[in-house]
C-alpha cells in the first residue's frame, strides 16, 4: 500500500494543532507545564464541560477508580472533590480565581502530588479562535522529593495532557475515549 507522504505530513501537521503539551521548565524544587488544546467549540460550551469533570477526566486517574465521583464547583472557593464509598473523599484542588468564559485558576496537588505535600497553580485559559476555542492550562507545581520535582515533570504533564484531549474529544465527538 502506498503512503501519500504530503497526506501524512497534513495529518501531522493537523494533530501538532490540535493539541500540543511542553514541560516549560523542570528542576529539582519544581516544574511547569503548558497544554494547548484546539477545540471546535465555543468558549462558552467548552467553559461549560470543563465543570462536569465526571465526564470527562479518565477514571485511571482517580483514587476511587471511577471519574463519576468527581466534581468541580464553579465558584470561587469551589472543590475539586472526589467521593469515596462510606463517606470518604479527596480534595484534590480549591477554585481560587473565576472568570466565567475565560479563565479558571485551581491550586493544591493532584492526585499522588498530595503525599509527597506538593502543591501547585492550575489555570486554565479559554479564548475565541478560529475554529472555536484555543484552550491553555499551565500547572506551576512546587514541592520536595528527594528524587528531584523534575522526575514528576513528564509523567505529570503525560496525564493532564491525556485529560484535555480527552475533554476536546467528548465536546467534538460525543465520547472522551480517543478517535480511532
Known amino acids: 500500500m502506498l503512503v501519500n507522504s504530503s497526506l501524512v ?96 485558576v485551581l491550586s493544591g496537588g493532584l492526585g499522588p502530588l498530595q503525599a509527597i505535600g506538593a502543591t501547585g497553580a492550575l489555570s486554565i485559559q479559554l479564548a475565541a479562535s478560529e475554529g472555536g476555542t484555543r484552550l491553555q492550562v499551565t500547572y506551576a507545581v512546587t514541592g520536595h522529593l528527594a528524587a528531584g520535582m523534575n522526575t514528576l515533570a513528564a509523567p505529570v504533564d503525560g496525564v493532564l495532557t491525556e485529560q484535555f484531549r480527552r475533554l476536546q474529544n467528548l465536546i467534538e465527538h460525543g465520547s472522551p475515549a480517543p478517535k480511532q
Open 9 to 104: 505530513a497534513a495529518c501531522l501537521a493537523l494533530f501538532a494543532l490540535s493539541a500540543r503539551a511542553d514541560v516549560v521548565d523542570s528542576s529539582a524544587d519544581g516544574f511547569t507545564l503548558k497544554t494547548t488544546v484546539q477545540i471546535q467549540a465555543s468558549p462558552d460550551a467548552v467553559y461549560r464541560r470543563l465543570f462536569q469533570i465526571g465526564d470527562w477526566w479518565s477514571s485511571a486517574h482517580t483514587f476511587s477508580g471511577d471519574s463519576k465521583n468527581l466534581t468541580l464547583e464553579e465558584k470561587v472557593g469551589g472543590c475539586l472533590c472526589e467521593k469515596f464509598a462510606n463517606g470518604g473523599g479527596a480534595r484534590h484542588m480549591e477554585l481560587i480565581s473565576l472568570m466565567p468564559g475565560k479563565t479558571l
